[in-house]
Nanobody
Framework: QVQMVESGGGLVQAGGSLRLSCAAS???????MAWFRQAPGKEREFVAT????????TYADSVKGRFTISRDNAKNTVYLQMNSLKPEDTAVYYC????????????WGQGTQVTVSS
């Protein structure tokens, strides 16, 4: 069983930065990790993903060039560095994990709120 806890959310002005962290407990070796977000009244959407070795990353077009996903496997932690934040980035951010052989994200954190004021 994998459990994940996000932290680092908060209120920031447009143009500012935040760094989200997601600490995982349990076996996450060879797990692909990802960040998703859900804005009020909208469906959950993909933000970024990182391979278990950290050598491959993918980003949604809306965050490309502004957000950076990274991981520290020694600490079982994945990060999302968010720069040049925009009001439309306001959402609850969730981290998720899946085994590399599985297409479905089976493990989710509880979410952390990010609010960007204009």
């Amino acid at each position: 069983q994998v459990q994940m806890v996000e932290s680092g959310g908060g209120l920031v002005q447009a143009g500012g930065s935040l760094r989200l962290s997601c600490a995982a407990s349990g076996r996450t070796f060879a797990y692909t990790m990802a960040w998703f977000r859900q804005a009020p009244g909208k469906e959950r959407e993909f933000v970024a993903t990182i391979s278990w070795r950290g050598t491959s990353t993918t980003y949604a077009d809306s965050v490309k060039g502004r957000f950076t996903i990274s991981r520290d496997n020694a600490k079982n932690t994945v990060y999302l560095q968010m720069n040049s934040l925009k009001p439309e980035d306001t959402a609850v951010y969730y981290c998720a994990a899946r085994p590399t052989y599985d297409n479905n994200y089976n493990y989710w954190g509880q979410g952390t709120q990010v609010t960007v004021s204009s």
